[in-house]
């Protein structure tokens, strides 16, 4: 294969809200890459961040990083994947950093270039239009597309008897709340757990900490029905953050605090609350900051005479070759129930989609390519 493909791409341009689909052209696939025919894509907040920043030359972007699908080719130099095996799309990792050689790519210190650089590290894109290249290569795939580029580093191959279409979000969502409560904050058995934000991540985290047999999971949203649904995915108590005195409620419940607490929300005040309501030797894990972008004030002697920690994660902690098999595999034995959380949309819906993400109707979106 040395031609350019037709494909159809969602482009965002920062002056615009909304993704228009469109008709882009795929490079061949390079060393080490593979083309991939997408079956799925979740959308994450990241996405939706990311498509009100402003690109460099006023080009479009191609956002979408929770990819799935079939690979369809392989460039030069690809060793562990053929053709037609089916694959879940996941970050980019350099393979040479001291995070990527201890084995958590997750913690790659070329994460921010690889991830958002809008191309390949020498420069060059995969996906042009009309007018030009486009700022690609998002999370190595730029997934919102019928087609992607990505990078033997980026895929994770799972079973053929699982729905691939549903799989997209274990690239990221499903790994980041999943990984954070077993790779980082390495929650026991018998443990309590606050989860803040009831989101795809904050109910990934809760489905995890029941997994691992926490005795109590609180979980703080301001949404009743995802508070219900929580209630049905392992947690043991649920809190409206909106009415509640969240802190109080928690130690009313857990006494002297939690013993972990995951924030997955990204609000300040709620980062406040998951470091405040932790007891003594807690731990606070923060998933859902985005750079530059927080400050957060805490009572730092408090901190001390409870020997409290706090901890950013990336991406659950993740090593995604390992992490995402064994995680599929946990949901198709049921103990890992990430369907109740996803709504389908049609590709060409996906402005329809985003909304009902942004306005908390639905919890994953994934958007289906025909
Ligand atoms: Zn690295
Ligand atoms: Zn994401």
Redesign the pocket.
């Known amino acids: 294969m040395s031609r350019n493909l037709e494909i159809r791409s969602a482009l965002v341009t920062p002056s615009a809200n909304q993704f228009v689909i469109s008709e882009t052209w795929l490079a061949p696939p390079r060393e080490k890459e593979a083309l991939v025919r997408l079956v799925g894509c979740g959308i994450?907040?990241?996405?939706l961040t990311f498509r009100h920043q402003p690109a460099p030359n006023g080009r479009p972007r191609v956002l979408g990083?929770?990819g799935s699908g079939v690979i369809e080719a392989i460039g030069p130099d690809v060793t562990g994947f053929l053709p037609g095996d089916h694959v879940v799309l996941t970050f980019l990792s350099c393979g040479q950093c001291r995070g990527c050689l201890s084995g958590v790519e997750a913690a790659c210190e070329m994460f921010l270039p690889l991830n958002f650089g809008g191309c390949r590290q020498d420069g060059s894109h995969a996906l042009h239009d009309h007018n030009g290249p486009i700022h690609d290569r998002f999370f190595g795939q730029s997934a919102f597309s019928t087609y992607a580029i990505a990078h033997e580093r980026n895929m994770v191959r799972v079973p053929t008897i699982a729905p691939l279409e549903l799989l997209g979000p274990f690239g990221?969502?499903f790994q980041?709340g999943a990984g954070a409560v077993i790779n980082v904050l390495k929650v026991p058995s018998g443990a309590t757990v606050a989860v803040f934000g009831a989101g795809a991540v904050g109910l990934c985290a809760v489905m995890m900490a029941r997994y691992l047999g926490a005795i109590t999971i609180v979980v703080v949203d301001v949404n009743p029905q995802r508070l219900e649904l929580a209630l049905t995915l392992g947690a043991t108590h649920i809190i409206d953050a909106r009415t509640a005195d969240v802190v109080h409620e928690i130690r009313r419940i857990c006494g002297a605090g939690v013993d972990f607490s995951l924030d997955t929300s990204g609000h300040s005040a709620a980062m406040r609350q998951a470091i405040d309501a932790l007891g003594w030797r807690g731990v606070c894990g923060l998933v859902g900051v985005t750079p530059g972008s927080t400050d957060v004030a805490f009572d730092a002697g408090d901190l001390l005479v409870k020997s409290k920690s706090i901890r950013g994660i990336v991406e659950g902690g993740s090593a995604p070759g390992s992490f995402i098999p064994w995680l599929v595999d946990l949901y198709l034995k049921g103990s890992f129930p990430i369907d109740r959380l996803i709504t389908l949309y049609p590709f060409e819906e996906i402005n329809r989609a985003a909304a009902d993400s942004l306005d908390g109707r639905t919890i994953k979106p994934i958007l289906v390519m025909s």
């Open positions: 994450c907040h990241t996405d990083h929770e990221c969502g980041t």
